[in-house]
């Protein structure tokens, strides 16, 4: 890797810190702001309003993934890069300013709500972005080690929420927290994603963009050309459905759940989740070069082998787990697993289109599954919870990767595929450079 390709990876992992920093803290905060937006009652109750409109984000996902996915094939991935971190910062401005139910009423969560749709347009553009930056600006045989950093800064972005609920609950009162103290992280994050702006207005776009082409050109980023990839679109679709429910669950969920299921102090819970994500990041390098070197199939596999034997006894223990160590010994062999998914995720769905729909071809697919399985996923959760039949959540989440493991199964290796290749399949776009294997065995 030379200091240039370095230099990439850091700007285009940056930006993911923060926005993924903004996106997660709604989560890791919620149990402190849900009160302060909806009526008081059922503290589960007011949970699951909040989770609604974090759902909510999500649904808002494919259509950011659309329109950005779009700019950043026919304008470049770097001014894809510049507009979401943009979305992301008046987001969370307008959640950290946002009126209480007692101040406004209902008008609090209106804004809450438009803020968490800004976020969902920005977070749909960003993964496909940065999965397609950090793909084409690897070097030859690096791929899944540079893709893999775009997890150690989405999880580094959680890790400092974490981090920063863990100094605020140590030095603000409870109520001061329930009260006002919530808004800080917001504040923080839009102040990052003002610098992260800065930064990749600087950026360098990719060498394997800029070969591409005129910009121009006819079916460069459209639904149209998409519609000529239905394999690979479908493909994105399947094998993220696991992952990212079993992803969900054990990071945005696990505070929530070791708290209000396990009966760990939020303080603890909180701890909990915040060291076993550090070692986590740390994973992502390791299992992204191992994939560079057998391939990526055998992680996908070993991960979903692992999430469907291994959901359903994690999270009963997790339940009876008591303290830190059993509940930090259980979530770290829980995101071991995931590792296989996530370490590579971002640079399989790269590798599986060509440069001129690259980053809508992973966008859109990929953010229609979030919308429908881990946008939900904290909501199911607490819905199992609410009816009494909170195991119904595990064996929810283990079918579905069930469902992936069927996928990862069936399909070919995707390492060792040109992403030098043009072809958006339709006149007037450039030839493809090398041809394209099917990638269904």
């Not at 600006?137 to 863990?166: D, E, N």
């Not at 994050?189 to 005129?214: H, K, P, Q, W």
């Not at 299992?287 to 469907?308: E, K, N």
């Not at 995707?414 to 269904?440: C, I, Y």
Request: charged share 15%; net charge positive.
């Amino acid at each position: 890797m030379t200091r240039q390709q370095w230099k990439r990876i850091w700007v285009g992992s940056a930006g993911n810190m923060v926005e993924w920093f903004d996106w997660f803290v709604y989560a890791s905060f919620s149990v402190y702001f849900a009160a302060s937006f909806f009526p008081g009652g059922n503290p589960t109750a007011q949970l699951m309003n909040t989770a609604a409109i974090f759902a909510v984000g999500f649904f808002m996902r494919p259509v950011g993934g659309w329109l950005l996915g779009r700019v950043g094939d026919r304008k470049g991935r770097k001014a894809a890069l510049t507009l979401t971190v943009s979305l992301m910062s008046a987001s969370a401005v307008l959640i950290a300013i946002a009126p209480t139910y007692a101040v406004a009423g209902y008008g609090g969560a209106a804004v809450l709500l438009i803020a968490r749709l800004m976020q969902g347009l920005s977070i749909g553009g960003e993964y496909a972005a940065s999965a397609t930056y950090l793909t084409e600006a690897s070097a030859p045989g690096k791929r899944g080690f540079a893709a893999s950093f775009q997890l150690v800064s989405v999880t580094a972005g959680q890790v400092l929420g974490l981090g920063l609920q863990i100094v605020l609950q140590r030095t603000m009162s409870e109520g001061a927290l329930h009260s006002w103290g919530w808004r800080i992280p917001f504040i923080i994050g839009a102040l990052g994603a003002a610098v992260i702006f800065y930064l990749r207005r600087n950026m360098l776009e990719t060498e394997v963009y800029e070969e591409s082409g005129d910009d121009t050109v006819e079916g460069k980023g459209t639904i149209k050309a998409l519609l000529r990839h239905k394999r690979e679109a479908f493909l994105v679709m399947a094998l993220t459905m696991g992952g990212t429910v079993a992803y969900y669950t054990y990071t945005t969920y696990l505070t929530k759940y070791l708290s209000n299921s396990a009966g760990l102090p939020k303080q603890t819970a909180t701890l909990v989740s915040f060291c076993a994500l550090i070692v986590f990041a740390c994973l992502q390098p390791i299992a992204g070069a191992l994939s560079d070197r057998i391939g990526r199939r055998p992680l996908l596999i070993t991960f979903a082998v692992g999430s469907t034997l291994l959901t359903v006894p994690i999270m009963t223990l997790l339940q009876h787990a008591g303290s830190f160590w059993p509940a930090f010994g259980l979530s770290l062999l829980a995101l071991l697993v995931v590792t296989g998914y996530t370490s590579i995720n971002a640079c399989v769905k790269a590798e599986l289109f060509p440069t001129g729909i690259r980053t809508l071809g992973v966008a859109l697919p990929y953010n229609i599954a979030n919308a429908l399985f881990a946008g939900t996923a904290e909501y199911v959760a607490l819905w199992f919870k609410d009816g009494g039949i909170e195991s119904g959540f595990y064996w929810y989440v283990a079918g579905c990767g069930a469902v992936s493991l069927i996928v990862y199964l069936t399909m070919r290796e995707t390492k060792d595929l040109d992403l030098n290749r043009l072809g958006t399949k339709q006149a007037g776009a450039a030839p493809a450079r090398s041809p394209e294997p099917s990638l269904v065995a």
